[in-house]
């Protein structure tokens, strides 16, 4: 019989950059440490104020195109001229919203980039650089702080999973879907495989991960300052390796019917 | 702290037309009666059959369209012809995959129609005709069941779900999705609230349902034969009365920016 659990950390305080986020879960976590049958996923605002990939408002200098769409969109140019930065193609901009498409790949709202107030500034927090490096930086700086315990260390190191929470082209709401990964597979692919009936399955390429970062999303209050999130019982997906990271989640252009 | 668990329940049996689901469910939970602080997620594969959503492909004659679409994407007329029906606008035809919206609005691949197989004789599954009128149907008749145990009455009775999988226009894989919905709040309303540092959220419409959907769907094995899920710690999100359904999280037509 499958399940899974899911739990939020409290006691996380709001991150500063150059924060250790491995030390500060490991501390959260009090005398309990994680095991390489365990998820941790973790909202990527707080792996954006570690890594401080943030930009004050009063720095920008928003240039011809951010001042037409800001004026459109009823929007900061400023912000718009950091979502055009961090963006590689606009898809639309409609409603305040712009949907395009990051350097990352990714097709979201705002490429990522999400409005902020780290000590009393304005700041806008934008997508880790490359969030599948930071999750494998989480997870070895996890994995050196548990071999400081030989009998903990045989128990493995978590999978970890940076979050964001995405809108749908059809669908009202956001969800969580996984940005960067180490230590799990992404997607799981049953295409060709038949059922306990021996019939062919219909859904057949799971997104494993990107259901795991909507689980944990469910786990937190949203108003509980909690970024991180403890799963159990996805140990069939997780690997000793780090693997491709979340990275093949990602539709590639030339695959997009809805540009 | 917030914390959720799921766990697929064991030793449903394949399903026939007419079968009384809630008893399933509560023969399947053996001693043990689900309460009102509890979602029971459903694959629709299990309401459809219920229900006799299900088309024989021997009895379909594919026209003019069905047949053209067919040839140039390589399937099975007859198949084509289905989701056709099922639609009311064909958006893209391309590598196999017919992406339309369907009768009750949503956009997905095939219009949400599944091969299947039962009694050796080659159907196609439908979604059910009205998913969340199936949900509250399948939550009255547990109603009427627990109501039986005027002790176990006491704790409510459990809301209830039905999900399918859907693909995403920019990421690979499949996640579950809510398509039909009895006593569960689909959608939690953040918008102009702040967190615990008093700043304005970010993430701020939160898909709850189909984030629960998704975490249900981690909680079976895909080969198990499971299409029941029961999940625990969402206690906030649910409600005595059956509420509004899935259907607030179908974005209307009129919003729709990539059709």
Redesign the interface.
């Known amino acids: 019989?499958?399940?899974?659990?899911?739990?939020?950390l409290?006691g996380i305080p709001?991150i500063q950059a150059g924060e250790d986020l491995a030390q500060l879960i490991l501390t959260a976590l009090g005398g309990e440490t994680p095991d390489g049958g365990q998820l941790l996923a973790i909202a990527h605002?707080a792996v954006s104020k570690a890594e401080g990939a943030v930009v004050a408002l009063a720095d920008v200098t928003p240039g011809e195109r951010a001042v037409e769409l800001a004026a459109q969109q009823g929007k900061d140019p400023r912000m718009i001229q950091v979502v055009l930065d961090e963006s590689v193609e606009l898809l639309?901009a409609?409603r305040g919203v712009l949907?395009s498409r990051t350097r990352h790949g990714?097709?979201c709202a705002n490429a990522g980039v999400?409005?902020?107030?780290s000590g009393g500034e304005e700041t806008l927090l934008l997508l880790p650089r490359d969030p599948d490096a930071s999750a494998r930086k989480i997870r070895a700086r996890l994995g050196e702080l548990i071999a400081a315990d030989p009998r903990a260390a045989r128990a493995g190191v978590p999978a970890v999973m940076i979050t964001?929470?995405f809108g749908?082209?059809?669908?009202?709401?956001?969800?969580?879907?996984a940005v960067g990964l180490a230590g799990m597979q992404?997607?799981?692919d049953?295409r060709g495989?038949?059922?306990?009936?021996g019939?062919?399955?219909?859904?057949?390429?799971?997104?494993?991960a990107?259901?795991?970062a909507?689980?944990a999303?469910?786990?937190?209050?949203?108003?509980?300052?909690?970024p991180v999130v403890l799963i159990d019982?996805?140990g069939?997906f997780l690997t000793v390796e780090d693997g491709p990271g979340a990275a093949?989640?990602?539709?590639p252009l030339a695959e997009?019917?809805?540009r």
Request: negative net charge; hydrophobic residues 45%.
């Open positions: 019989v499958a399940s899974i659990s899911a739990r939020g409290p709001e605002t639309r409609e949907i990714l097709v999400d409005a902020s107030n964001d929470s749908r082209a059809w669908r009202h709401g956001q969800t969580d879907v992404p997607l799981d049953w495989r038949t059922d306990a009936h019939l062919e399955l219909q859904a057949t390429w799971l997104a494993v990107d259901a795991a909507a689980a999303d469910l786990a937190r209050a949203k108003d509980s300052g909690e019982g996805l069939r093949p989640l990602v539709r997009d019917l809805f």
